[in-house]
């Protein structure tokens, strides 16, 4: 972990170096509220943009996560993190009129790899 320091529901937390799992999460997570922008838009256009960067930052993630275990304060961490994605890909449905369980944000390798 770096020396810097992010903020989390009013609690200052230190912030992974960019490479590492937990801030590829956390750019997962970013990413996630970009697209409920975009769905609340109803920039589609935006909304596959998004949903490619997803996809490259999944594949960075997997090669990350490669035989690397997280600590306990990441693993919590991870759980805050995925909480908000998940809100974030109900809500990108709800605004896309998708059907029940129709996979808009993530694939079904996706899912495994996040859990």
């Known amino acids: 972990m770096q020396a810097?320091?992010?903020r989390s529901g009013g609690r200052t937390?230190?912030?992974?170096s960019s490479s590492s799992p937990l801030a590829l999460y956390e750019q997962l997570e970013q990413?996630?509220?970009q697209m409920v922008d975009a769905a609340r838009t109803q920039d589609w256009q935006q909304l596959e943009a998004l949903e490619?960067?997803?996809a490259v930052l999944i594949a960075q993630l997997e090669r990350a996560l490669n035989g690397q275990s997280l600590s306990r304060t990441q693993q919590q961490a991870k759980g805050r993190i995925m909480l908000?994605?998940?809100t974030n890909d109900a809500r990108?449905?709800?605004l896309a009129g998708c059907a029940a369980g129709a996979a808009l944000m993530w694939p079904e390798e996706v899912s495994r790899?996040?859990?």
């Open 13 to 16: 937390m230190p912030r992974a």
């Open 4 to 6: 810097q320091q992010s």
């Open 113 to 115: 790899t996040l859990h």
């Open 52 to 54: 490619h960067a997803c």
């Open 92 to 94: 990108v449905r709800q």
């Open 84 to 86: 908000r994605i998940l």
């Open 31 to 33: 990413r996630s509220a």
